[in-house]
């Protein structure tokens, strides 16, 4: 089946640093690629849209400037958390849809990256 | 806009018995619903999609039933087994990209 790894998967940095985490479809290829964030006992949240080969689409109220994304090739997008501070401490999810089916069709969920900031 | 929520948020079942998990959407115009299981530590993982031309599909020990005159979405998990302890998320793709998921059911079971 499907597989969407996602690295690393767990990381703990100190205030200010930046942080970047990596999304790859294994065996498919995927023109978009989406980003999510989880605080504990909440749903998934979309971040934003990563569309290879171009800019990623961010939803209402996410710093463009602070979440970095480049998704550089049809299998790899990458998210850059820059100056990260405690309130970014979420664990972050990335998914992947095959470039081969419609919009319809269910996205491949990466394991997520628990992420803490001291 | 689009909105999709449960109706509880946590469950308790005892082992063997059947479980329901239920899920209520708002935008008519949603034509593809999704339920993803999500265990501690983990991403979702996909459990059974229905689209809206039907009211009913079934999968391995799990049903989802749609109501689109209610919009109303339920999982049905039959003779529920341990390792089916999780959250379990409904979303749907209200006719665009993005996928839009409900708050979640924490579905526990008791030996």
């Known amino acids: 089946g499907a597989v969407v790894s996602q690295h690393p998967s767990w990381v703990i940095c100190k205030s200010g640093t930046s942080v970047k985490i990596e999304c790859r479809s294994l065996?498919?290829?995927?023109?978009?690629m989406f980003w999510y964030r989880q605080f504990p006992k909440q749903s998934l949240m979309l971040m934003a849209t990563?569309?290879?080969?171009?800019?990623?689409?961010?939803e209402q109220g996410v710093e463009k400037d602070k979440f970095l994304i480049n998704h550089a090739s049809l299998t790899l997008s990458t998210l850059t958390v820059t100056s990260a501070h405690p309130e970014d401490s979420s664990f972050y999810i990335c998914s992947a849809r095959d470039t081969r089916y419609r919009a319809d069709k269910p996205q491949h969920f990466g394991d997520g990256t628990r992420l803490s900031i001291l | 806009g689009e909105s999709v929520g449960l109706h509880l948020p946590t469950l308790s079942v005892q082992e063997g018995d059947n479980s329901i998990i239920n899920c209520a959407y708002s935008?008519?115009?949603?034509?593809?619903f999704i339920w993803y299981k999500q265990e501690s530590g983990k991403g979702p993982q996909f459990i059974i999609d229905?689209?809206?031309?039907?009211d009913k599909r079934q999968g391995q020990r799990v049903t989802v039933l749609l109501n689109k005159t209610v919009k109303h979405l339920s999982l049905q998990i039959a003779a529920t087994q341990p390792g089916d302890s999780a959250v379990y998320f409904c979303?749907?793709?209200?006719?665009?990209?993005?996928?839009?998921f409900g708050q979640g059911t924490r579905l526990t079971i008791n030996p």
């Open positions: 229905i689209r809206s031309n039907m």
């Open positions: 990563s569309n290879e080969g171009s800019k990623a689409t961010y």
């Open positions: 979303a749907t793709v209200p006719g665009a990209q993005k996928l839009v």
């Open positions: 065996d498919f290829q995927a023109t978009t």
């Open positions: 935008n008519s115009a949603s034509d593809y």
